[in-house]
């Protein structure tokens, strides 16, 4: 088995590489570019590539790496809206992804959002630094005896739902199909009343057709005065225009992302040098009450490890010809 493995950052080496250990029959060589039309022929005389979130797995793409005879994509995440499964299908290319290699390491970022933005720590944390003692500006309100909206129930919501229990929270959720691992913890609602009704919201669901700008003018006309958003889940839940005008209308308390609509060239890249023409990400940020963090809720040792050792037996069932619950099709 051998993969071509993209957009390689140091951590995600060191992580496969000791997986890798228990797996000699498997031979990963690592590259910095990442998946994309120009770089899938790369992928000539390998059975699979591996990609991550924000590489660009569109038919393009696609056609080329059928035409390098690439059969297999491992996706390095749960999330493969970046991929074009019909053409995959279409050019007899599995694809195969990491579910819930740790919903907590999501739901305790998101939970992390919401309590920094809250206690408004992003200022805190600037201020004491320059000795600057005050308490101004610094006011926030307790998540005990409020409400939380968590919208999708999956594993991640469902971590998030169990977080806010922790915290004395009510909470309410919205899901197409509802998770009996929550019952008795949240009650299901119908999304107008969760965004009414929540003091914090928090997205969980993935980005389809369905939820591509759920968060948008007429959705935010319904949250209540004074809510906390928190996306952690992709950015194009949150139509960004109107959250930028609802945060004008001083709709929100706070609002914290973990990711963004314009997040695609930034994301794990360090471009601290380059003067960012055209920014939305810097309006937000200009945002006292807005706190982004970039892509960093998978991030910890656990779910870097879950990750690897999936993404390796992934490739293994799929060179056995085994029928794996990880496959996603169109
Ligand atoms: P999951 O498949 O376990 O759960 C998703 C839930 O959303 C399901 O219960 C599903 O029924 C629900 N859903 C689908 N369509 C919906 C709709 N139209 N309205 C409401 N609910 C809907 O997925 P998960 O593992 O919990 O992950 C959720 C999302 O989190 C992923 O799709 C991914 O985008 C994101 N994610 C982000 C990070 C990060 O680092 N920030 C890491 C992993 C995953």
Redesign the pocket.
């Known amino acids: 088995m051998k993969i071509l493995f993209y957009d390689t950052k140091s951590y995600d080496q060191q992580f496969f590489e000791i997986a890798g250990e228990k797996y000699p029959e498997i031979e990963i060589e690592y590259l910095k570019t990442d998946l994309a039309p120009r770089t899938a022929p790369l992928a000539a005389g390998y059975d699979a590539v591996c990609g991550f979130v924000n590489s660009d797995i569109g038919a393009g793409t696609i056609r080329a790496l059928k035409d390098a005879g690439v059969k297999l994509i491992l996706m390095r ?3 493969f ?1 970046n991929v074009d499964l019909e053409w995959a299908g279409k050019c007899g290319i599995t694809v195969m992804r990491v ?2 290699y740790s ?1 907590e ?2 739901a305790e ?1 998101a939970m992390a959002l919401a309590l920094a933005v809250n206690r408004r720590l992003h200022k805190a944390y600037v201020k004491v630094r320059e000795n600057d003692f005050s308490l101004n500006g610094l006011l926030g309100f307790n998540f005990y005896g409020k409400t939380a909206g968590i ?7 469902a971590a998030m739902v169990r977080i806010c229990r922790g915290f004395g929270m009510r909470v309410l959720a ?4 509802q ?1 009996p691992a929550i019952a008795g913890l949240a009650e299901y609602t119908e999304l107008a009343v969760l965004l009414r009704e929540s003091d914090l919201v928090s997205l ?5 057709d ?2 591509y700008h ?1 968060i948008c003018r007429d959705t935010i006309a319904q949250i209540k005065e004074g809510a906390i958003l928190v996306n ?3 950015g194009a839940l949150v139509k960004t225009e109107d959250l930028i005008e609802g945060i004008r209308a001083r709709k929100f308390f706070g609002v914290g992302l ?2 963004y609509e314009e997040e695609t060239p930034n994301v794990f890249e360090d471009r601290s040098d380059q003067i960012l023409e055209h920014s939305v990400t810097a309006r937000l940020l200009s945002f006292p009450n807005v706190i982004i963090t970039s ?5 910890t040792k656990e779910a870097l490890e879950a990750i690897a050792h999936t993404t390796l037996l992934n490739s293994l069932a799929w060179e056995r010809g085994e029928k794996s619950p990880n496959t996603v099709e169109g």
């Open positions: 995440c749960a999330g809206n579910p819930g919903p390491a999501v970022h919208i999708g129930t999956g594993k991640i919501g919205y899901d197409v199909c998770n969980h669901c993935p980005l389809t369905d939820t759920l952690t889940s992709r973990d990711v892509h960093q809720g998978f991030f």
